[in-house]
Structures are given as C-alpha cells and as structure tokens.
C-alpha cells in the first residue's frame, strides 16, 4: 500500500518572554518550505502549523503525540522546527524554545529526549527532522547519512529516523529580516530549482550543508536520530507528474505578479508594506534578494525579465514616493504640488521635482542604459502624472481668469491675493501670482505675461505697493484739510481715527533720536506737501 507524505511546521518569530530575541524570519521559512513541498513533491499538511503563541510546550508535545494516531507505517513525515535553541553547557542536552519558555528556567523547555519519546510513538516509515535552531545538531549520532547511491527503491524499503539541522553545537543565522535564513534559503532555493524525478534525503542534505557553508559561517549537519537503530532507509522525495497551478509555490507567484499588472496601479512594483499584496510583495523581494546572492536560476531571471519584473536595488525608493504622491493625489485632487501645499506636501514635491528633472535631462531611450525608464514613464502616465507637462504654462489660461475676477472687487497696485490666505482659492491665486512675479524679476516671464500682470501689479510690487499706499494716504490728508493748513486730524474721531493714527506716526517718527526713522521718499514726498518742514 502507498503511503502519503506529510509535513508539520513549528514556527517562532516572537516570545512570550522578551529575553528571547525576536528572529526575523522563522515563520516565513517554514511557510515557504511547506509551500514548494506541497507544490512539487505531493505533501500534505497534517496538522495546523504551530506559530508564536500557539507553539506552546504543551501545544507541540500535544501535536508531536498525536501524529501516532494519524501516520500509517507506509507514510513519510517531516518535522519543520525554526525557533531558538540551546544547549545545556554541562550535559550537552539540545533544547527546543517553546513560545512560552522563560529565559532562566528550563522547566518549559523541550529537550531531545523529549522529542525522540514522541517519534518512538509513530509508526510511519520516514521521519525527518529539519531543525532550523542553535545547537540542533545534538539529535545526532556521531554519523551521517547512508550511501545515497543506493537506488532510490532500496532506500524506501527501510525505516529512517533522520535529521538535518542548520548547525551541531553552534549559533545560526536568522538572516536579514524578509529574506529568510540562510538554511531556509539554501533549502528552499534546491526544492525549487531541482528537475530530477527522484532524489534522496542525502543527496538534499549534501546540496544544502554546501549551499549554506558557502554563504556563512555555519555548517549544517545530518545523519540518524540518536536512539534509533540505523536500519539503511532513507527518504526519497519524489516530483509530482502533474504541477498544474497551485495557491502555493514559485509559478503561482510569478503568474499573480504578472496578474497584479492589471489590478495595481503601482505594477511591476508590489509593496509588502500593503496588507492587500504583503506576500506578494515579499515574494518579489526574495527575488531581487536571490539575484543579488546569485542563486536565482537564470531560467526564473529570464522569465521575471521577460514579464517586466525590475530588479533594481533601488526600486523602492521610486515607488514609495509613487506610493505617497498618489495618496496626495486621492486627498486634494491635485496631479502637482501648489505652492500653498508645497511646506506640508514636502516630500511629495522633492519626489516628483526629482522625476521631472531627471526624464527632462535623460528622456526615455532604449539605447541610453543611464536614460529615464521606460517603465516608470508609463507608471506615471497610466495614474495621470506627466512629466513633460509644464505646469505653470498649462495653468496660464485659468489663471488670467481667476486674476482678473480678484481685481473686480480689489483695488490694482495696492492689494494683492493673500498666499496665507484661508480661502483656498485666494492662497493658491496668491502662490500661483508669486511664481510669475519671481520668473518677471529674473527676466524669465514672455511679454504676454508681463503685459497682462502689468495690468495689476508693479514688477517691484512690495516697493510700489508701500508708495501706492503712501500716496493714498496723502490724498486723503489733502482731502481732509481742504483749504485749512491749520486743521489736524484727531484720532479719537471716527470717521477721521485711521487718518489721525496714520498722522501721529510721521509726527513721532520724525522726532530727533529715533531709532526707527522714515525712508528718505517719504521724508521728500512730505516735505513736497509741506506737511513737514
């Protein structure tokens, strides 16, 4: 009678005790390897996977006892641990780290002695051990595997009981946080890329000791489980004849990527900042990380390219900016930053000023490597932002018109729209009026634009607007007096108060010792209206 293949995973990224280091990548790994076993080599979850809280002692000695009532003696099983491990440092007893252990006691620990009890229990064929942990190679006897060029039919015959740990004696990596350990990977990457039929338990281990060896300062170890007579079995993982599609695996993956090119506005970029596409975005970074290591196969690199996947280190960047704009975008209704925007939105201006300049230095060019992408072009296109668009000159036209309806009800030379104003439209009129005034200063405004402002506004509009406003007050002095010099406007008087005020500050300004004294204009103009000597 055939047997089934199955897997239990045991996985602990957090502790209840936060004496323990929390590890970056223990429940990634475990679900990735499940995944590809599942995928390409006919395994089946058995039990569900034990993860931060649930992996309580209790919780998986319960599991590792129960799988005597679940196993035939013709199924395979493997047992995934990645968590914290230690090693007591008199009797060299290797320890499991439950979630809630506590870092000075031992009393929740899971020892091996612990582990092999509840292996002895199970009568399946195949048992295998993947212990991703510091010091999990103490399960082993002092051998490694069989002779793996036995063939694939003898070695199934026997029982095994094995075990294939990150390291013996010694601490492991957890690796960079979303990239897996470097054990994990290194495993994963051969389940992934292998296309024999068949292979054993040893051919496996031999790839993944030297794959890991190779890229850190930890070496991986296998053999028989201490305890168990080596009868010369081993387990031999098998490809499915039929992949198909799955919900699981690197093809699936690949096909909701290019999938995503209609559904998310940020494609080819997928965050895994986005609770909606979190595991996509992951399994992109591993990607990028795999190309870099150079362990991702160039079969999978070509494909990825072909599809428009972009590895550049750097891509986040870009895109986190997109991200954030088109959360600008969503909120104001704006495709560019107004200048009364420009202070809150100031990341979003820096972001989109940088892509501007650098597609109008570099346009888009096939044959220029250093050229602005093509794919980030269209991103930006298809979401209705454009670099090639000038945006001062595309707003002209309402401009002239907002203008024009502002100095309808406000007086030319003397008043301008407020940039700090707190009505919208009049702050964005008031920023929109600074930036040509600042181009007419610098002789950069066409003749167009300076007639027409010309209209309402002095090119030294600060300077003028103080004389203009001088000059009004003048007026309305010489009104007041209308042929009696002797008369003074007293500020106590209503209608007269502003003019009174205005005429008690030049008569204290004047005064000798003043440390604030009237510009030389204004000292000119009244003495021209005899209103001083």
């Known amino acids: 009678m055939k047997g089934k293949n199955y897997i239990l995973s045991i996985a602990i990224d957090k502790y209840l005790d936060i004496s323990f280091n929390k590890l970056n990548n223990a429940k990634l790994d475990a679900k990735r390897i499940q995944n590809v076993l599942i995928e390409k080599y006919n395994f089946e979850t058995i039990l569900d996977s034990l993860t931060d809280n649930l992996a309580k002692r209790a919780s998986i000695i319960d599991s590792l006892c129960h799988l005597s009532g679940f196993l035939t003696s013709n199924d395979n099983i493997i047992i995934y641990f990645a968590g914290h491990g230690q090693i007591h440092p008199k009797s060299n007893i290797g320890y499991w780290i439950p979630y809630d252990a506590a870092h000075n006691s031992t009393s929740n620990f899971i020892n091996n002695t ?98 890991t060896g190779g890229t850190v300062n930890q070496q991986p170890v296998w053999g028989h489980l201490s305890s168990f007579p080596n009868e010369g079995g081993e387990m031999v993982f098998k490809l499915k004849t039929h992949t198909g599609k799955s919900k699981n695996g690197w093809d699936a993956k690949f096909q909701e990527f290019c999938d995503a090119r209609e559904t998310r506005p940020e494609w080819p970029y997928i965050s895994k900042e986005n609770p ?136 030319k030379f003397i008043t301008i729209p407020s940039q700090v104003s707190s009505i919208i439209h009049i702050a964005a009129l008031g920023n929109k009026l600074n930036d040509y005034m600042v181009a007419w200063k610098k002789n950069r405004l066409s003749d167009e634009k300076v007639k027409f402002i010309s209209q309402y506004v002095d090119k030294d509009y600060q300077l ?40 008690a500050g030049i008569m204290t300004a004047i005064k000798p010792n003043r440390s604030k004294k009237l510009p030389a204009w204004k000292i000119a103009r009244l003495r021209e209206e005899k209103i001083i000597q």
């Open 464 to 503: 003028n607007r103080d004389k203009r406003a001088f000059e009004k007050k003048l007026k309305e002095f010489r009104e007041f007096q209308n042929g009696n010099s002797k008369k003074i406007p007293k500020q106590g008087k209503e209608d007269i108060t502003k003019l009174g005020q205005w005429y």
């Open 114 to 211: 612990t582990v092999i009890d509840c292996i002895k229990a199970i009568d399946a064929k195949h048992i295998l051990i993947i212990s991703d942990s510091c010091f999990s190679g103490t399960f082993l006897l002092n051998s490694r595997g069989n002779d793996s060029s036995k063939h694939y039919a003898k070695l199934e015959e026997k029982k095994s009981r094995m075990l294939l740990a990150s390291g013996r004696e010694e601490t492991v990596s957890d690796g960079e946080p979303g990239f897996g350990s470097p054990f994990a990977n290194a495993l994963i990457n051969f389940l992934e890329s292998n296309k024999e039929k068949y292979f054993s338990f040893s051919e496996l281990a031999v790839k993944v000791a030297k794959a």
């Open 276 to 411: 909606d596409t979190k595991s996509l975005g992951i399994w992109c970074i591993e990607q990028r990380h795999f190309k870099r290591k150079k362990t991702l196969s160039q079969e999978r690199e070509q494909k990825l390219h072909n599809a428009g996947f972009i590895f550049t280190p750097n891509i986040h960047k870009f895109f986190n900016g997109f991200g954030k704009f088109l959360a600008f975008m969503h909120n104001t209704g704006f495709d560019y930053i107004p200048n009364h925007l420009r202070t809150k939105y100031n990341e979003e201006l820096a972001w989109l000023t940088l892509q501007q300049k650098s597609y109008r230095n570099n346009p888009c060019d096939s044959n220029n490597p250093k050229s602005y992408p093509q794919y980030r072009y269209d991103i930006l296109k298809k979401n209705g932002i454009e670099l090639n668009i000038n945006r001062v000159e595309d707003a002209w036209p309402q401009f002239k018109i907002d203008l024009a309806k502002f100095y309808e009800k406000n007086e």
